[in-house]
């Protein structure tokens, strides 16, 4: 099963670009990494899913390294509306689910 | 499509009662998990479905948790006795593959509070 680290929280202001990395050092060959948002009394948001090198759509980047140990959550010029808790899942070849304990983003004015 | 819908919102119960949460997942979704999140264990998953028929029930913590799907638009979790370390947050999710391929869609939540 792979374990995954984050750090807890990270402060940012409005416009900047944020990189929130996930570790996952004994992930599987064919193990794919997903993002999710959760806002307060909300249940969480997919954002992005990639298995290796960088994914892109309108909201988000996911960069995964080629020893795939970690993947890095990129979101581009944040706002106020982004400050949320945003959650690595690991999903196994074995099918295991294996969520990350959550980073709390708060974006700043 | 209205999303994935949980009842009750909010539930609060005495030690030793039954709790049923409820959940209806989006329509032509073939899975649906549980879970359940707590500042001490963050999001843990619970069991899910595939089709109706539960696959893997490794994360039910105990024999007081028991969950069934007996169609494709309806889902109970039961936990009985109920317990105050069972105070959590329950989150029902579905999706139309595995998550390896796809995104999972959550309800709002049930907020259950065991006094």
């Known amino acids: 099963l792979a374990k995954t680290t984050q750090p807890i929280s990270m402060d940012s202001y409005e416009g900047q670009e944020v990189n929130i990395t996930c570790s996952h050092n004994n992930i599987a060959t064919n193990d794919y990494i997903t993002w999710y948002q959760q806002f307060p009394s909300q249940g969480p948001r997919f954002i992005i899913q990639?298995?290796?090198t960088k994914v892109t759509n309108e909201v988000a980047s996911l960069f995964i390294p080629a020893d795939r140990k970690s993947s890095t959550l990129s979101l581009p010029r944040v706002s106020l509306s982004d400050t949320a808790v945003y959650y690595c899942l690991v999903v196994g070849s074995a099918r295991q689910l294996t969520f990350g304990s959550g980073t709390q983003l708060t974006v700043l004015p | 499509d209205a999303g994935v819908i949980q009842s009750p919102r909010h539930e609060v119960t005495e030690m030793g009662q039954e709790v049923t949460l409820r959940c209806k997942p989006i329509?032509?979704?073939?899975?649906l998990f549980w879970y359940r999140q707590t500042m001490m264990r963050g999001l843990e998953l619970l069991i899910y479905?595939?089709?109706?028929?539960?696959?893997?029930d490794s994360g039910m913590p105990e024999d007081r948790f028991s969950a069934k799907m007996p169609n494709a638009s309806f889902s109970t979790l039961k936990i009985q006795p109920s317990e105050p370390r069972d105070s959590a947050v329950y989150f029902c999710?579905?999706?139309?593959?595995?998550?390896?391929?796809?995104?999972?869609?959550f309800g709002q939540g049930t907020r259950l509070t065991v006094v």
């Open positions: 479905f595939n089709n109706n028929v539960p696959i893997d």
């Open positions: 329509s032509g979704h073939d899975y």
């Open positions: 999710a579905s999706s139309w593959t595995f998550l390896d391929r796809d995104e999972a869609f």
């Open positions: 990639g298995y290796k």
